[in-house]
């Protein structure tokens, strides 16, 4: 009887832990934390919430506007909001040495009536804040979960670049993308402020150079001083530090207009020292001055004069970029730099000082999907986390092309989807390899397809949230699923036909025969792939060394429970913003003849605003992106849909960078949403785990 009462009482108590388990389980798998963007290293829901929206009382030794405004603050009130500082020692949390850059560390404990944030720095606390904003606008302002983080950056500069020397882009703009970037921890914004198209910092001291006359741009635009100190006040409340540069002595078109001579002549010299001084005082919160230095070609002589003066005179730390035309850059040859920022592959980590990886983060050269992923997967410089010569990395946008609105300039650029999977990469580290090593093609299974469909859903829950007023091209990818052949030899002719195109088979075969040869085909997933990529080999795509004069095809199967109206986002050649390719011909997606079918019917492109013209730097890029136009409507049947993609790769005339690629995802009408309740297929299976068993 004894033994028996003993079964019961054990089968009842496993009863219990599993209902536990299971309630367990269903809160987080509904926890608020779950989209916290970026992850944080460490978190555990531990109880019950605190509850908003009362009286709280306030405790915090640095002062911290950003978290004093989350909360109502009595000095009286029972519940409380704790700050504890603490040694970097006793934090414990990962850090190393950044001149200018605090230490970010935070451990949070968020009980019923308390929230203790611990911390090395002020900067520390305005993270901690981030979070607890995060948490709070996930339950709508209501409550914030129990929870209890331990969390610090993997690396400590996570930044965004605007190029407004070329591209001017509105003091109100980017204060609103401070705010909306700085809420996932992007803490540093790189500010380029001239270019041959315009010198924008106001120089009260010479005030032609800020004179239309000078400008063939955006002619007359400018940001006064005290935008300036206003605008970086403004980003130390949220954490962000302004970089600001003046590039010298290269894209100084507009200095030489100006002025009348070149930035490294005798008189130019002392000129951008004086313009220095302007900027420093501009900008007194800036612990670094870049001046650029880059491609134009230079002497060592005119970058120690001018980051000397910086050092001893200004008393600030000055950036270049890296490489720099005519210049070996090393601590003893430029013993006055005190960090570089790497931009193309001859970019080179500098021993002895920080380094800023950029070399493979211009998503002026982007697409919206594919190279979002490449730079999501890689890691930051091969390396997991930062060290004292790798400080982080930035997304650069360098809008070179002309635009209508500013806006097309955020959306083609697609800034807020890149910085934010740039910005958690540099948060959380890690990655599984460099992007020379893994490009920019999704895997279909495993790790990294976990790891970037997370932050897709993430990222996509704040793209309906924070982030609903802004101009987002990105819907999600991870569930299209693709059929690609080995490239059939087209002999140059685009239109040549082979035999994926007169098959009748439905699903399509996996292989073909052609002229005594078989012809395979492999699974792709994403809204887009590239085949060749627009770096060539240097970041693989999803064939190694595709040949010219070939032809490929992509298929898919669409699934939908019901007939129903929908649009599709369509590319086959996305137009860089630095790019002066000629547009497409009438009737043509592209300049290599692609073309694409659904249910047996053509899909034809939209009426080009630029028609078969070379377009120039000064010529608006307008609808040849699809982010810069209206989807294309489709309709779908009841039941399986057709997808068929015909991809000549042959010689692309007025195209200096022939990549090869395409884009096709379907969307709501409006082609803000990817289309719910439907499947990609390419072979028919209603079971997406079935479809995988075919995949390799």
């Not at 935008?227 to 962000?240: I, N, P, S």
Request: net charge negative.
């Amino acid at each position: 009887m004894r033994r028996y009462f003993l079964f019961l009482l054990g089968l009842l108590l496993l009863l219990l832990v599993g209902t536990q388990a299971s309630q367990a389980a269903v809160l987080t798998s509904s926890s608020p934390a779950t989209l916290l963007l970026p992850q944080p290293h460490q978190l555990s829901v531990t109880g019950e919430p605190f509850v908003l929206n009362r009286a709280v009382r306030l405790s915090d030794p640095t002062g911290s506007a950003l978290l004093a405004s989350l909360f109502n603050v009595d000095g009286t009130a029972e519940a409380s909001v704790n700050v504890r500082c603490v040694s970097a020692d006793e934090l414990g949390t990962f850090d190393y040495d950044l001149p200018g850059f605090e230490n970010e560390g935070y451990l949070l404990s968020v009980t019923p009536h308390a929230i203790t944030i611990t911390v090395a720095s002020k900067t520390g606390v305005i993270r901690a804040a981030q979070t607890l904003m995060q948490l709070a606008a996930a339950t709508g302002g209501k409550y914030i979960e129990g929870v209890s983080i331990t969390d610090y950056p993997a690396f400590k500069l996570r930044g965004f670049m605007h190029d407004v020397g070329r591209s001017f882009i509105s003091i109100e703009e980017l204060r609103k993308e401070i705010d909306l970037l700085s809420r996932f921890k992007v803490n540093a914004f790189h500010w380029h402020l001239t270019d041959n198209q315009g010198f924008r910092f106001e120089s009260k001291r010479y005030p032609q150079l800020n004179s239309a006359a000078a400008m063939t741009r955006f002619a007359g635009m400018f940001y006064t001083q005290e935008q300036c100190t206003e605008l970086e006040a403004y980003a130390a409340e949220r954490g962000v530090t302004i970089i600001p540069e003046i590039d010298m002595p290269g894209h100084s078109k507009a200095f030489t207009t100006a002025m009348g001579y070149a930035m490294s002549s005798n008189q130019g010299r002392p000129v951008l020292k004086q313009l220095l001084s302007e900027l420093a005082e501009a900008f007194p919160l800036a612990p670094y001055i870049h001046i650029g230095a880059d491609e134009a070609g230079t002497t060592a002589a005119f970058v120690n004069e001018m980051s000397q003066y910086i050092h001893e005179t200004l008393h600030r730390r000055c950036i270049v970029w890296n490489p720099i035309s005519g210049v070996n850059i090393s601590t003893a040859t430029l013993p006055y730099i005190d960090m570089t920022e790497m931009w193309s592959t001859a970019g080179k980590k500098i021993s002895g000082v920080p380094n800023i990886d950029c070399r493979y983060n211009y998503v002026n050269h982007f697409d919206v999907f594919a190279d979002l992923v490449g730079i999501y997967k890689s890691n930051i410089y091969y390396a997991e986390q930062g060290n004292s010569e790798l400080a982080g990395a930035i997304t650069a946008l360098w809008n070179d092309r002309k635009t209508p609105t500013e806006r097309d300039i955020i959306c083609q650029n697609n800034l807020y989807a890149n910085a934010l999977a740039t910005s958690e990469r540099g948060w959380k580290g890690g990655g599984k390899q460099y992007i020379e090593t893994g490009g920019t093609t999704l895997p279909n299974t495993g790790s990294e397809w976990e790891e970037f469909q997370d932050w897709e859903r993430r990222f996509l829950y704040y793209k309906d949230t924070w982030l609903s007023e802004e101009p987002i091209p990105y819907v999600r990818q991870t569930d299209v699923r693709w059929r690609i052949t080995t490239p059939f030899p087209n002999g140059g002719d685009a239109s040549a036909v082979f035999p994926p195109e007169t098959a009748t088979d439905a699903p399509l075969p996996f292989s073909f025969e052609y002229e005594g040869t078989t012809y395979g085909s492999a699974v792709a997933t994403g809204a887009a792939v590239y085949l060749r990529h627009t770096w060539g080999t240097t970041v693989p795509a999803f064939f190694a060394n595709p040949a010219l004069n070939t032809t490929t095809y992509a298929w898919t199967y669409v699934y939908s429970p019901i007939a129903q109206e929908a649009a599709a986002l369509i590319e086959f050649q996305n137009y860089g913003r630095s790019e002066n390719d000629r547009a497409p011909d009438a009737r043509c997606w592209d300049r290599k003849g692609s073309r694409i079918f659904l249910n047996d019917t053509e899909l034809l492109p939209p009426a080009w605003e630029n028609t078969g013209r070379d377009i120039n730097a000064e010529v608006d890029l307008r609808n040849e992106n699809f982010a810069a136009r209206e989807p294309l409507a489709v309709s779908l049947r009841a039941g399986w849909n057709k997808v068929f993609i015909k991809l000549p790769y042959v010689p692309a005339s007025g195209v200096r960078l022939n990549k090869w690629m395409f884009t096709f995802v379907l969307t709501t009408p409006d082609g803000r949403q990817a289309l719910d309740n439907i499947i990609y297929s390419p072979s028919k299976h209603s079971n997406p785990d079935e479809d995988a068993e075919v995949w390799e």
